[in-house]
């Protein structure tokens, strides 16, 4: 067992001075990767700068780098790594990528790397005056404003200017900028401007604000009577605020037609009784929007707790602020808006607009803008907004109140989306031209993303715009809102995503989640293909992966029910009945066991296409268990185990893990054990399998060695510097004394801030110039190497 993994590290420590096994490159139009994924994943990540990992992944400029952005820990222990591109030290907008991780592993990265042509310059940061000047001269050609009221309008504005490498959603048009980013007042709204360095045209300008237009009148829908709400009650006087949601507080004030700039005076509603009744509310001011508002956002924020345990808007419990009787100045009262935590809702012509799914919806743009920060034009737009439509659906779902849950706003019809059928509402099913609603606005092309919610939550049988028939079986809106909420959470999204971009995300996910092989993959597959991206995975089959010693059956979705179908199977299996019918009888044939396949052969209007479901014949069959980093640890931590072959993602293989003597098994997910040993010694560790027809063979390492502690550091935490005492170890040296040790300290990104060698049994590293924070420090001899925890704190 050692021999094999002497060989297995060998190969890795090998690989790693050249590319890293890449399983699938996916490109833009540029021919810049936008995802790739590692399905064999790459190992033990603390020893990988994340920063050159993907400047050799993406085969970056010289004067490119990447800097830390955040970082994000899902509940299934997959690791989030978010990192800003910048060029020559200026940030590159839309210039974004993510590295996820899994057990130790780097499973997969995304983003948009821009490639920065070499006649963009930097230059020197604007001067307050400069910026002062240019931002005139815009607001006067852009925004109408009479000259000689600009600087006073100014004056009261807070703004900032960066200079920035600037380029649009798709990596485009790139050039030199200054970003100014306003925080309007009642003339000026909340806005970004971006305007050329060279020559001081304007690039590009959108506002922060994320509505909902509304150009009719509709009759709003008030979500019944004697609800339950939850209110504060201060000296003897009930508030319309909650406190009882977590830490978040949530309540919801009058802006008295007042645009956003008045928020600070908006005063919270309150009652005497509180029994809020339409008799005292729904009075000639529409005073029961305000009820309307705080129902929806408690059941929105119930939503997210109890579905994806989700505290309020940013996952960390932010207040959240209601306001009603709002008048946006450009677009007057018909509206719904939000920005972050704060949710604006207008009067409308007749009736308020503040429907159950268009308060979901506002809600939804909080997680958005907080976790990705969509571009508000073009393709990354109108994913933000069908994002938002997508959890308006959930939480009407979710309150199971007999609404129609596919129409967002079917109480306001004329701002309505169908999501079931988005051309009945003038929307697009299909992406591109090929659909004859297809456009340019963002809230109109929403329905490419959320229709694919639909088909995946619900399933149908149908063809598309571009003439593509297509069959998807329903997943349920439970897996589907799962595997959105993760694309939205879980960084798989930056803020130029395109729906391409979403396509991958859905399929990554659906892979990390439930499999390669598994049915939620072949149906988010499915789903994107049928709203005109992507291509289809056939593999429609339906059954058990496990075969045992009697009969089982295997179908096709119903929608193939009079279809002809053509059965095969491989060698080690046979077919009893079904031939040619969508449902088939097959068992074991003969005594060999292991994978195997069926096949079904069909056509659904667009050729012939042959579908393969991997099965699994008998008792499981293990090769192999290894040690993930050497042959030898120290008491008091925890080292990974790999249990081979991984099939838990094809076949529902349960795997166990046990040492003689006895140490703890932390953690056994998926074919990755995690083993805590608390005393010195030598440990043999065995695994096995098993499925439903019985229990593997057992495998086993024989001999890793724990023992005693190779290193000490004093202080820690520490400041200036950081006492370093070599242990001896008899097992595998006598002296220590003159001995040479590499030290290396990293951050918690991976990114290396001292490597040196030092000789002897004690010896002190400088730390004065780190930051405050949490780093590595690992010492290596050549035989041995330790990796410890030091925290700096100045």
Avoid at 242 to 256: A, H, M, Y
Avoid at 274 to 296: C, H, R
Avoid at 607 to 617: F, P, S
Avoid at 651 to 663: G, K, Q, R, S
Wanted: aromatic letters at 14%; proline letters at 4%; a negative charge.
């Amino acid at each position: 067992m050692k021999k094999i993994f002497v060989l297995l590290f060998f190969i890795f420590v090998i690989s790693d001075n050249i590319n890293f096994c890449q399983d699938s490159i996916y490109l833009r139009q540029n021919g810049t990767p936008r995802m790739i994924t590692f399905k064999e994943g790459v190992q033990s990540i603390v020893k990988i700068n994340f920063i050159d990992f993907l400047k050799k992944e993406l085969q970056t400029d010289p004067l490119d780098t990447f800097l830390p952005m955040d970082t994000i820990i899902s509940p299934n222990g997959t690791i989030h790594f978010s990192f800003q591109q910048y060029f020559k030290k200026l940030k590159v907008l839309n210039g974004e990528y993510v590295i996820h991780t899994r057990n130790n592993s780097i499973t997969s990265i995304n983003g948009n790397y821009i490639r920065i042509p070499e006649k963009v310059e930097s230059l020197p940061p604007l001067s307050n005056e400069e910026a002062f000047r240019i931002l005139l001269t815009t607001l006067e050609d852009q925004d109408g404003l009479k000259k000689e009221v600009i600087p006073n309008i100014i004056s009261k504005l807070r703004y900032t200017c960066d200079t920035i490498i600037w380029s649009n959603w798709k990596g485009e048009n790139i050039q030199l900028a200054y970003k100014f980013t306003l925080e309007g007042n009642k003339t000026i709204r909340d806005q970004v401007i971006c305007i050329n360095a060279i020559n001081g045209k304007l690039i590009d300008k959108h506002y922060l604000l994320d509505l909902t237009s509304a150009d009719g009148t509709a009759d709003t829908y008030y979500s019944g009577d004697d609800l339950a709400i939850k209110t504060d009650l201060v000296s003897n006087t009930y508030y319309l605020r909650d406190i009882s949601r977590g830490s978040t507080t949530i309540e919801v004030k009058n802006l008295d037609d007042h645009d956003a700039s008045y928020k600070g005076s908006a005063e919270i509603f309150t009652d005497a009784n509180n029994v809020w009744t339409s008799a005292e509310y729904e009075n000639g001011s529409e005073d029961m929007a305000a009820l309307d508002v705080m129902w929806g956002l408690q059941r929105t924020w119930d939503y997210f707790h109890d579905t994806h345990s989700w505290h309020s808007y940013n996952g960390t419990n932010g207040t959240m602020t209601g306001y009603v009787h709002w008048y946006d100045p450009y677009y007057g009262m018909d509206n719904a808006g939000s920005l972050y935590g704060d949710y604006l809702f207008g009067d409308g012509i007749i009736d308020p607009v503040v429907a159950l799914d268009i308060v979901g919806h506002e809600f939804a743009h909080g997680i958005s803008k907080t976790q990705i920060n969509f571009n508000n034009s073009g393709e990354p737009g109108a994913i933000n907004e069908g994002l938002s439509d997508i959890w308006g659906a959930c939480v009407e779902d979710y309150v199971n109140m007999g609404k129609d849950i596919w129409i967002n706003a079917d109480e306001i019809p004329v701002i309505a989306r169908d999501l079931e059928d988005p051309h009945n509402t003038e929307n697009p099913d299909t992406y591109g031209e090929g659909d004859p609603y297809w456009g340019e606005e963002i809230h109109l092309n929403s329905t490419v993303l959320s229709h694919w919610f639909y088909l995946l939550s619900e399933g149908a049988a149908d063809e598309n715009s571009n003439g593509d028939p297509y069959v998807v079986s329903s997943i349920g809106i439970e897996k589907a809102a799962h595997i959105v909420f993760l694309m939205e959470t879980e960084d798989y999204f930056v803020s130029s995503s395109d729906f391409e971009d979403a396509k991958l995300a859905a399929i990554e996910v659906a892979a990390e989640e439930y499999g390669y092989n598994s049915n939620e993959y072949i149906q988010v597959t499915n789903a994107w293909y049928a709203v005109g991206i992507g291509d289809e995975v056939p593999n429609l089959i339906m059954g058990d992966t496990i075969i045992c010693n009697s009969s089982y059956q295997y179908s096709l979705p119903v929608e193939f029910e009079n279809e002809t179908i053509t059965w095969s199977t491989s060698a080690n299996l046979q077919i009893i009945s079904g031939q040619n019918s969508r449902t088939v009888t097959v068992s074991k044939y003969g005594s060999t066991g292991g994978s195997g396949t069926i096949t079904a052969t069909y056509n659904h209007g667009a050729g012939n296409i042959e579908c393969e479901m991997a099965v699994w014949i008998g008792v499981p069959t293990l090769y192999y268990i290894v040690p993930e980093s050497g042959e030898y640890g120290y008491p008091g931590n925890s080292y990974g185990f790999a249990i081979w072959p991984a099939y838990y993602n094809l076949y529902p293989w349960e795997y166990y893990c046990y040492t003689d003597p006895y140490a703890d098994v932390w953690s056994l997910e998926d074919c990755y054990a995690q083993i805590y040993f608390e005393d010195p010694g030598n440990y043999d560790i065995y695994a096995y399998a098993t499925n439903s027809c019985g229990t593997s063979n057992t495998v086993d390492y024989s001999g890793f060695l724990i023992m005693g502690d190779y290193f000490s550091l004093s202080p820690n935490p520490a400041s200036d510097e950081v006492a370093v005492t070599i242990s001896e170890n008899p097992e595998l040296d006598s002296s220590t004394s003159d001995q040479e040790h590499n030290v290396i300290i990293f951050d918690m990104y991976g990114t290396t801030m001292i490597n040196k060698k030092y000789f002897g049994d004690k010896f002190a590293i400088p730390i004065r110039n780190l930051k405050d924070g949490n780093y590595f420090i690992r010492i290596s001899n050549g035989r041995m190497t330790l990796t410890k925890k030091l925290i700096i704190k100045h």
